[in-house]
């Protein structure tokens, strides 16, 4: 089984849709997670890391689920520029992050 | 602020040349990486260090090496290059490990061999 696992999408939504994202992680240690976003051909960048009671960042929602060991990802009213693969990552221990294979959202005017 | 510069952003090798892709920061990060991203799939660590003169292996360091002579570069070599180290390859620094200290990435190195 894979550390992380995520689906890969596409997730085709229409501007202004909300969408969700969820990521299941295998280690139960795990203590930090964390969304990133990668645009085509460029790097990963820090979205928003995710606490344990949930978070929000303007349209974006980051909740956590230790009993089940997912997290997830909302974004309400997409925007067009919301198109981008959303990694999710797990830090375990000391250990380096892990890093989901991403999911690819395609937001379409 | 440069933060995380990779050299060079592309390269074509033959199966059995060698290289140096070269990964300088100047934020003063204790922690850098590099990791590998093939077509689809999520990014694979290949070594890290945590400080000038330490360094460890990631998931995957077979045919990678790594040195660490100073805070700022992290240069990666590979040895005998083969087509299964076509990808894309990522640096990345942090200040510390902690949750709190988020990744700076490189614009990343595209690699082909063939």
């Known amino acids: 089984r894979k550390e992380v696992e995520q689906d890969p999408g596409p997730f085709n939504v229409p501007e202004g849709a909300t969408v969700a994202f969820n990521c299941t992680y295998s280690?139960?240690?795990?203590?930090?997670f964390f969304w990133y976003r990668q645009d085509c051909r460029k790097e990963p960048k820090l979205l928003m890391s995710?606490?344990?009671s949930g978070n929000e960042d303007g349209r974006f929602t980051a909740q956590l689920n230790r009993a089940s060991q997912y997290i997830s990802l909302l974004i309400r009213d997409s925007k067009l520029s919301d198109s981008a693969t959303y990694l999710c990552?797990?830090?375990?221990?000391?250990?380096?992050?892990?890093f989901g294979s991403g999911t690819r959202l395609q937001v379409q005017p | 602020n440069a933060g995380v510069t990779q050299t060079p952003k592309f390269r074509i090798l033959k199966i059995g040349q060698s290289m140096t892709l070269q990964c300088t920061q100047d934020?003063?990060?204790?922690?850098m990486y590099w990791y590998r991203q093939d077509p689809g799939m999520g990014l694979k660590l290949i070594y890290y260090?945590?400080?000038?003169?330490?360094?460890d292996k990631g998931e995957v360091p077979n045919g990678y090496n790594v040195s660490r002579s100073t805070t700022e570069d992290f240069p990666l070599r590979l040895e005998l290059a083969a087509p299964s180290q076509t990808s894309v390859y990522f640096c990345?620094?942090?200040?510390?490990?902690?949750?709190?200290?988020?990744?700076?990435f490189g614009n990343g190195t595209r690699l082909t061999v063939t």
């Open positions: 934020m003063n990060h204790n922690y």
């Open positions: 280690n139960s240690a795990s203590q930090s």
């Open positions: 260090s945590v400080g000038a003169g330490i360094t």
């Open positions: 995710v606490y344990s």
């Open positions: 990552v797990v830090k375990t221990g000391r250990r380096a992050l892990t």
């Open positions: 990345a620094s942090s200040l510390s490990s902690s949750y709190n200290s988020p990744l700076h």
